[in-house]
């Protein structure tokens, strides 16, 4: 199907989340299309770091229906057996997936909605939009940052510690992908590597993993919709899972962050005490936000820029629900395991709109 065509219901993304709402229409019997931008599948799974493991035993990883099957010689799987297994899901449940298909827009048109892409328009009853937060990543206004006249990555750049060898390298964010970077890097022996994070890093007991971090997240949103005090969720334990290269490096003192550096310099950094130190490359592990440019002719941005939504459904355009952006669309919804029920919940309302 090129060039567009009448559907229920389109998807735009076919990343976990977009297969996972596949999943759930096709079980519901509903007419669909899911358009990705990615020209094989994987999602953004297929643009990760070498080294990068998931959080979860493979069990504990999986979209509905399915069970990732264990990887041999890996409790935690790699990302080659996870983009391997969002392959073999797509394909398993024969979801239509048009991959290579860009949406530019989303415009109301009439009773309908008009997907505008580069493969055509789509007409729809109704929509999902799941195409996360990768392709949008975020990049802090630091003072210098033009001036700097080193190498200047994201976390969606950085490949490997090769890349950098016998370099000085800065990661910045004290979140899990500055850790695991970081560590990446120091591990290799052949890196000077310094780590600069807003705050004091706050690890995770090592025991504590993706199962518990999503059973900890669901219960706050259980809390939460219950009208139970806040139980904090998943920041009240900490900010960084001690998967085991992380803790590999920190155990030998070679994770020691320092407070965020005041500006960059032509050649480096300057710290808050006036020191200043030579770099080759600063990678910023400052997160992302979500990938929602498609949707604006609909206007329905709240002043932090996420759309209000109950659920997934868009407050303000019922026929609209977003999934896995993160637990304002559902606790955990930007996870593997966590994916599913909100997945399963946004087909069903939209069932029963296309039903009414």
């Known amino acids: 199907m090129t060039g567009g065509a009448r559907t229920q219901v389109v998807v735009i993304g076919g990343g976990q989340a977009g297969l996972a709402a596949g999943y759930h229409l096709r079980r519901l019997g509903v007419d669909f299309v899911i358009l990705d931008a990615q020209s094989t599948p994987g999602g953004a799974w297929q643009h990760t770091w070498d ?46 997936v048009q991959h290579g298909v860009h949406v530019d827009a989303v415009r109301r048109d009439g009773e309908r909605l008009r997907v505008e892409s580069d493969a055509g328009n789509w007409s729809a009853r109704a929509l999902i939009s799941a195409t996360g937060t990768w392709s949008r990543p975020f990049l802090p206004a630091i003072p210098g940052r033009s001036a700097f006249t080193g190498r200047q990555l994201h976390t969606v750049d950085y490949c490997r510690p090769a890349d950098f060898a016998g370099q000085r390298v800065i990661v910045v964010g004290g979140g899990n992908s500055g850790a695991q970077i970081a560590a990446d890097l120091a591990l290799a022996g052949d890196v000077k590597v310094t780590w600069a994070t807003q705050r004091p890093p706050r690890f995770l007991a090592d025991d504590i993993d993706g199962r518990v971090l999503f059973d900890v ?7 939460l919709d219950t009208g139970h005090s806040d139980t904090g969720g998943v920041a009240s334990l900490g ?20 407070p965020m550096f005041t500006r960059l310099t032509t050649t480096g950094v300057q710290w808050a005490d006036g020191s200043r130190d030579e770099a080759d490359a600063v990678i ?31 407050v303000s355009e019922p026929r609209l629900h977003l999934l896995g952006y993160g637990d304002w669309t559902g606790p955990a919804s930007a996870t593997l395991i966590g994916v599913g029920r909100p997945a399963r919940d946004a087909a069903r309302d939209i069932a029963q709109l296309l039903s009414g």
């Open 217 to 223: 997240a669901t219960a706050r949103r259980r809390a």
């Open 239 to 258: 900010d960084i899972v001690a998967v085991p290269p992380v803790r590999a490096a920190r155990d030998a003192g070679l994770l020691n962050a320092k």
């Open 284 to 314: 910023w592990c400052t997160g992302f936000r979500p990938a929602l440019a498609h949707l604006a002719p609909l206007g329905l941005r709240g002043p932090r820029g996420h759309i209000p939504t109950a659920g997934t459904r868009a």
């Open 51 to 96: 080294s990068l493991h998931l959080f979860s035993p493979a069990a504990y990883s999986s979209l509905p229906g399915r069970l990732m099957p264990a990887q041999p010689g890996e409790e935690y799987p790699d990302v080659g057996h996870v983009v391997d297994y969002l392959a073999d899901y797509e394909k398993r449940y024969d979801l239509p």
